[in-house]
């Protein structure tokens, strides 16, 4: 009789968990998500990964990602360790003009990225990891002032006073888009 009391209460458990995670997804995502793929699951030394990164938004409204240069994503490779062995980034020159783009609900935008330098690696297991890289910066909602007795510096700092308040917040702050794909480099 000891044991079918725990037993019942772990079977009263998975279903109330059952209960509450179909609860959940019945509103929807809430973010935006990331897919990354490679074209093959296996590469011999020397044949080049290619690599496709699907930012989509299954969410049921729009989402808008600011950019301080031309590039928006980044992919990278690290070996079974951790350590990592590649950026696609690294030897590459972005264009100094901010970009954007907006993903209506069910839009996705895809990047491509190859990863040619397997030759020298050891053979093994690796993890292809990608994410947008949006900025960040400062934006203020509510009033502003621009009064030199209570903003010295003339910086249009947020009210503090009257009716009307303003807040410092960071814009384009969210949950971060991102993904990973493993790999095999091996002799054959």
Same mark, same amino acid.
């Given at each position: ?13 998975v279903?109330?968990t059952?209960?509450?995670?179909h609860?959940q997804?019945?509103?929807g995502p809430?973010?935006?998500?990331g ?22 938004n ?6 808008h ?5 031309a ?15 590649w ?17 209506? $609900?069910?839009? +996705?935008? =895809?990047? *491509?990225a ?5 030759r ?6 690796? %993890? !292809?990891?990608a ?17 030199p ?8 700092? $947020?009210?503090? +006073?009257? =009716?009307? *308040?303003?807040?410092i917040?960071e ?8 993904? %990973? !794909?493993k ?6």
């Amino acid at each position: 009789m000891r044991n079918r009391v725990p037993l019942l209460s772990v079977l009263g458990l998975v279903i109330l968990t059952a209960g509450a995670t179909h609860g959940q997804g019945q509103a929807g995502p809430t973010h935006v998500i990331g897919i990354l793929t490679t074209n093959h699951a296996s590469y011999k030394r020397g044949e080049p990964v290619e690599m496709r990164f699907v930012v989509k938004n299954p969410t049921k409204s729009s989402q808008h990602y600011d950019f301080v240069t031309a590039r928006q994503f980044d992919v990278w490779v690290s070996d079974a360790r951790g350590v990592e062995v590649w950026r696609w980034s690294r030897d590459r020159a972005y264009a100094p003009v901010m970009t954007a783009f907006s993903l209506a $609900p069910g839009e +996705s935008k =895809t990047y *491509t990225a190859e990863y040619d330098l397997n030759r020298t690696l050891p053979l093994g297991i690796y %993890t !292809a990891m990608a994410a947008l890289t949006p900025s960040v910066h400062p934006a203020i909602r509510g009033g502003m002032t621009f009064n030199p007795d209570n903003d010295p510096n003339n910086v249009g700092g $947020p009210k503090r +006073s009257g =009716t009307e *308040t303003g807040t410092i917040v960071e814009s384009g702050v969210g949950t971060q888009v991102a993904a %990973t !794909a493993k790999f095999v480099i091996d002799a054959n």
